[in-house]
């Protein structure tokens, strides 16, 4: 049985920090990206950062370039994402997000609120 279980949202002021974590059971965790994604309310779920398996290649979306840092450790099947600089409109709740393209797999955790609001 595949579980994601993400950790490590809550209450922030803007301009705080935050690290999220992601730990990861029933998969082999290093021949999977991990994307963090995000979803706002009323708005549509969105990519936020990835990593690649192996190589730990990374990518960003525009909108928390400079701000947040993705990392993984498959040591311990876990998934970071270091959030800084927090504004108000990183207001959402974030879910990690396991993809294997070549085993067509695709499994998700069930989310973390994260608030930024003074």
């Known amino acids: 049985q595949v579980q994601l279980v993400e950790s490590g949202g809550g209450l922030v002021q803007p301009g705080g920090s935050l690290r999220l974590s992601c730990v990861a059971s029933?998969?082999?965790?290093?021949?999977?990206?991990m994307n963090w994604y995000r979803q706002a309310p009323g708005k549509g779920r969105e990519l936020v950062a990835s990593?690649?398996?192996?190589?730990?290649?990374?990518n960003y979306a525009d909108s928390v370039k400079g701000r947040f840092t993705i990392s993984r450790d498959n040591t311990k099947n876990t998934v970071y994402l270091q959030m800084d600089s927090l504004k108000p409109e990183d207001t959402a709740i974030y879910y990690c997000?396991?993809?294997?393209?070549?085993?067509?797999?695709?499994?998700w955790g069930q989310g973390t609120q994260v608030t930024v609001s003074s």
């Open positions: 997000n396991a993809r294997n393209f070549f085993m067509n797999a695709n499994y």
């Open positions: 029933g998969i082999t965790f290093g021949t999977y990206t």
């Open positions: 990593i690649l398996g192996l190589r730990s290649t990374v």
